[in-house]
């Protein structure tokens, strides 16, 4: 059965970052392509960040590009995502999931909460 379990969020003032990581249990992170998906309050999920499943192919949403970067860590068998420059828009619960046919996958974990306010 495939797992993911997302960790790093917390409350921060505008112009942080935060880490956030993904871990991932049956599957290997490093033969898929995968990406973040974050749901703010009363919007529905969007993808923000996908990555290939080599590493060397990263896509990024507008609003978050060069403040977002995704990562692969297959150590560890996780996905992660560092968020600098926060922005109050960027308040949302993160969730990672597999990038299949041109779009996110079921989300499958519980997500962790990003919330960014002064």
């Known amino acids: 059965e495939v797992q993911f379990v997302e960790s790093g969020g917390g409350m921060v003032q505008p112009g942080e970052s935060l880490r956030l990581s993904c871990a991932a249990s049956?599957?290997?992170?490093?033969?898929?392509?995968m990406c973040w998906v974050r749901q703010g309050p009363g919007t529905g999920p969007e993808w923000v960040a996908m990555?290939?499943?080599?590493?060397?192919?990263?896509f990024y949403k507008d609003s978050v590009e060069g403040r977002f970067t995704i990562s692969k860590d297959n150590a560890k068998n996780a996905l992660v995502l560092q968020m600098d420059n926060l922005k109050p828009e960027d308040t949302a619960v993160y969730y990672c999931?597999?990038?299949?046919?041109?779009?996110?996958?079921?989300?499958r974990g519980q997500g962790t909460q990003v919330t960014v306010s002064s």
């Open positions: 990555i290939n499943l080599g590493g060397q192919r990263t």
């Open positions: 999931a597999l990038w299949r046919a041109g779009d996110y996958d079921e989300l």
């Open positions: 049956g599957l290997m992170v490093s033969n898929y392509d």
